[in-house]
């Protein structure tokens, strides 16, 4: 009997242990930032080897309300939390703490054959509301401008809307226009740029590369120096959210993602760096 008690307490111990090192994290929400959080991850885990986190995107909206529902301990954004969301956070007695994790802008992109080098933030509003549909109204080809965004659970979406389509919400009823091609991701907006001579599209600037053409903004381009310096006109926060409370496996990560070396991934990532 003594041997089977001791078995028991010895396989219950060893369950305790097992399940304690095997505690995931769960990173979730903006695709936008989808990729610099899984590396940054991924630096953690490896000097943390008791460490376990999981990082998958769905979008800021998915990212913030799985926080709140706790399916998620950090939820990423790429736009500010609404106050409806922290009304149902604090509905259910949750403080929300915000962290800055870097800057990010979003880049307008069309096809590397597009004559266009330059847009101002006016024309693109008009573009994405729908009412400058042709490409010879702003001195290229004559063919419907093929307008791309990125579907409505996405920070970017949301951010878009209120700054260039809304113009700083000097337009509050204003909406993408009804022809407007809806994608799932940044890189399906890339892709269907590189491939869609007439697409016109954004995504976070750390998405960008040789594939597809960047617009300047206001004569203005979209790189790293220029929205550190704030002069790009369509540059945001990127941020994680979690639960304001001392979870030392979160707050961990957190303090790594903000530490020279979590910054460092920001910066590999082409996002500016919060510090």
Do not use: C
Request: hydrophobic residues 35%.
């Amino acid at each position: 009997m003594k041997m089977k008690k001791f078995f028991l307490m010895g396989l219950m111990a060893l369950m305790g242990t097992t399940a304690m090192a095997s505690k995931v994290i769960q990173v979730k929400g903006s695709d936008t930032i989808v990729n610099v959080s899984q590396y940054i991850a991924e630096e953690y885990m490896g000097k943390n080897k008791d460490a376990r986190i999981a990082v998958t995107g769905g979008g800021s909206g998915v990212g913030i309300s799985s926080l709140i529902n706790g399916t998620a301990d950090i939820g990423m954004a790429s736009r500010n939390i609404k106050e409806k969301e922290l009304q149902t956070a604090a509905d259910k007695g949750l403080k929300l703490k915000e962290v800055v994790l870097g800057y990010d802008g979003i880049t307008v992109i069309v096809n590397e054959n597009n004559k266009l080098d330059n847009v101002n933030h006016l024309d693109l509003a008009k573009i994405f509301r729908g009412e400058i549909t042709n490409w010879k109204e702003l001195g290229g080809d004559d063919a419907t401008i093929v307008v791309l965004s990125r579907d409505s659970s996405s920070g970017t979406h949301e951010f878009f809307k209120e700054h260039i389509i809304r113009e700083e919400n000097t337009k509050k009823d204003a909406e993408y226009g009804r022809n407007t091609l809806y994608m799932p991701s940044n890189e399906a907006i890339k892709q269907e740029a590189k491939n869609n001579k007439y697409a016109i599209g954004y995504i976070g600037m750390g998405y960008m590369d040789k594939s597809v053409k960047s617009l300047k903004v206001d004569s203005v381009e979209p790189n790293v120096q220029n929205v550190a310096d704030k002069k790009y006109p369509i540059a945001r926060e990127i941020y994680w959210y979690v639960i304001d409370t001392d979870n030392k496996d979160v707050n961990g990560l957190v303090d790594f993602a903000l530490s020279a070396d979590g910054q460092r991934v920001v910066s590999d990532e082409g996002f500016v760096p919060a510090k």
